[in-house]
Nanobody, 125 residues
Framework: QVQLQESGGGLARNGDSLRLSCTLS????????MGWFRQSPGKEREFVAA????????CYADSVQERFTISRDNAKNTVYLQMNSLKSEDTAAYYC??????????????????WGPGTQVTVSS
């Protein structure tokens, strides 16, 4: 059974940077398409970024484009989310997601079978 575990969340100020990590266990990481979603209290779950299994093609939500970067290290079974120029509206619980169909590149939450427990990011002004 695949398990995902996020780390790297915490407190930041406007303009700061944080890097989230997510490690996959119980599966062959290099086969999985990976992504990040986030959710704030009282708001809908929101797509953040996704990356394909092989060539590393990526896509981003408009709200994080050019500020956030998703990447993966198949040797470490880990996907990263580098978050720069953080804003208060980035405050949310961030969830790592995975799909064994490594070719997908989707912003739809229903496309992902496996979810991590989440890590909280809080950005203050």
């Amino acid at each position: 059974q695949v398990q995902l575990q996020e780390s790297g969340g915490g407190l930041a100020r406007n303009g700061d940077s944080l890097r989230l990590s997510c490690t996959l266990s119980g599966g062959t990481f290099s086969r999985y398409a990976m992504g990040w979603f986030r959710q704030s209290p009282g708001k809908e779950r929101e797509f953040v970024a996704a990356i394909r299994a092989n060539e590393g093609l990526t896509c981003y939500a408009d709200s994080v484009q050019e500020r956030f970067t998703i990447s993966r290290d198949n040797a470490k079974n880990t996907v990263y989310l580098q978050m720069n120029s953080l804003k208060s509206e980035d405050t949310a619980a961030y969830y790592c997601v995975a799909n064994i169909n490594g070719w997908i590149l989707s912003a739809e939450s229903a496309a992902y079978d496996d979810w991590g427990p989440g890590t909280q990011v809080t950005v203050s002004s």
